[in-house]
């Protein structure tokens, strides 16, 4: 993607943002990336490389299957794969943009590939710990083409008196603050890949 339709990408999330204090963005990712980061996830779950996920962080970590049911690989730069690495340098490059036109102060994230299995879902939920408000910004990314209304999973956000439900399309991005918004991922009857992560302060 050249800077201009990467920057107009940043805008639209941004913008969408500070209008409903949720930020959407239909083609965050290339078609390309998704596709090649959609590989990468699966052939790492048929590895075998996917742990459950828990709630809470290390001091109150327990896996609850009847809270969340997917299944997490936290991506690193040092593992050199090429397309996790795409991803970050596009990541780098939001984070920049965000830090010069809002002053969000951002110094880190954390990310981690996301596999829900058929009837998998997560509770309603807030993406802050309890103990820690490091996390400032939490950020999701979906790897799933034509995904239809009766595959359910949807992310349902919830807003004063009403709630938001968005379907888990390929290359779509969500962004919102990690404080602020309960939010939960419905019963989905397909396998649902994504990326999550959050941005942080210190
Ligand atoms: C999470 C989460 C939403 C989604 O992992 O904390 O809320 O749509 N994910 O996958
Ligand atoms: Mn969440």
């Known amino acids: ?6 920057h107009s990408n940043f805008e639209t999330l941004i913008e969408n943002f500070a209008t409903n204090q949720i930020g959407i963005c239909d083609h965050f990712l290339s078609e390309e990336l998704a596709a090649k980061l ?7 779950f048929q590895d075998d490389q996917f742990n459950s996920a828990g709630t809470g962080n290390h001091e109150t970590l327990q896996t609850n299957q009847l809270i969340r049911k997917d299944k997490i ?3 690193d730069r040092n593992h ?6 795409s991803f970050f340098d596009l990541l780098d490059d939001f984070i920049v943009y965000l830090n010069s036109t809002c002053f969000t102060g951002i110094t ?4 981690h590939y996301t596999y829900y299995e058929k009837d998998s879902f997560y509770k309603k939920h807030i993406d802050q710990f309890k103990n820690n408000n490091d996390r400032a910004f939490s950020m999701i990314i979906y790897l799933n083409e034509n995904w239809k209304k009766e595959d359910g999973g949807e992310l349902n956000i919830f807003q004063c008196n009403s709630s938001q439900l968005i379907s888990p399309l390929s290359g779509k991005c969500v962004f919102f603050k990690s404080s602020e918004l309960a ?11 994504s990326i999550t992560g959050w941005l942080k302060t210190n």
């Open 183 to 193: 939010h939960e991922v419905l019963v989905t009857q397909l396998p649902r890949l």
């Open 108 to 111: 880190g994230y954390e990310f």
């Open 73 to 75: 690989y936290w991506l």
């Open 1 to 6: 993607m050249n800077k201009l339709a990467l």
């Open 80 to 85: 050199n794969n090429p397309f996790q690495n």
């Open 38 to 44: 959609k590989i990468d996830l699966i052939s790492l």
